[in-house]
């Protein structure tokens, strides 16, 4: 199958800073990638859509002041979690599709995000 | 609206025994179904996928899934289950209003006793 690498694997910041986590497709062309987060012992919530060279769509309820997603290469979606704060804490995972016949999304491997 | 539904929380089988792990679906059209496996700390890893066609679908690590229809069901099962399947299961549906935008279940536990 299809690889997508997520990077960093985890990253402890401090309260009030931003980090980035990018989300690579190695070998395909992602024209769509989806951004997700996974609080303890929950499910993954599908946090927004974004598809290259356009603006992400977010789902109800994310602040999308507070989690930039950018999406300028069919290769490449970051997630910057702005001002980070303790409750932005959790596991995020993206996944990316290149939308054509009969495939699939294809997960990265996640992002274990602390804030303290 | 679309939804995923696993009844099951947590579930607990002696290694060796038999495995069912159920999901339920809600929507409109056919989806396209995934098991998906995540051990703790991990991302998640395909274990199988239906998408049409026989509705009896084999996945990795000895695991099979069965598509009914008229139930909206994607039951997971394993004959013989190893200690080493202990981890969070969650079924998803995919391509939603043509996209790849999955909905998730709540996931199930799995833990296996020696």
């Known amino acids: 199958g299809a690889v997508v690498s997520q990077h960093p694997s985890w990253v402890i910041c401090k309260s009030g800073t931003s980090v980035k986590i990018e989300c690579r497709s190695l070998?395909?062309?992602?024209?769509?990638m989806f951004w997700y987060r996974q609080f303890p012992k929950q499910s993954l919530m599908l946090m927004a859509t974004?598809?290259?060279?356009?603006?992400?769509?977010?789902e109800q309820g994310v602040e999308k002041d507070k989690f930039l997603i950018n999406h300028a290469s069919l290769t490449l979606s970051t997630l910057t979690v702005t001002s980070a704060h303790p409750e932005d804490s959790s596991f995020y995972i993206c996944?990316?599709?290149?939308?054509?016949?009969?495939?699939?999304?294809?997960f990265g491997q996640g992002t274990r995000l602390t804030v303290v | 609206a679309q939804s995923v539904t696993q009844p099951d929380i947590h579930i607990t089988v002696s290694e060796g025994a038999s495995l069912e792990l159920r999901c339920n679906y809600s929507?409109?059209?056919?989806?396209?179904l995934f098991w998906y496996v995540q051990s703790p700390g991990q991302g998640l890893q395909l274990l199988l996928k239906?998408?049409?066609?026989?509705?009896l679908v084999q996945g990795i690590k000895g695991f099979e899934a069965e598509f009914k229809r008229s139930q909206s069901s994607f039951n997971l099962r394993k004959p013989s289950v190893h200690w080493s399947d202990a981890a969070e299961y969650f079924c998803?549906?995919?391509?939603?209003?043509?996209?790849?935008?999955?909905?998730f279940g709540t996931g199930t536990r799995l833990k296996v006793l020696a």
């Open positions: 996944s990316a599709s290149d939308q054509r016949g009969n495939t699939e999304a294809f």
């Open positions: 998803a549906v995919g391509r939603l209003s043509g996209t790849y935008k999955y909905i």
């Open positions: 974004s598809n290259e060279g356009s603006k992400a769509t977010y």
């Open positions: 929507y409109g059209a056919t989806p396209y």
């Open positions: 070998d395909f062309q992602a024209t769509t």
């Open positions: 239906y998408f049409s066609g026989d509705t």
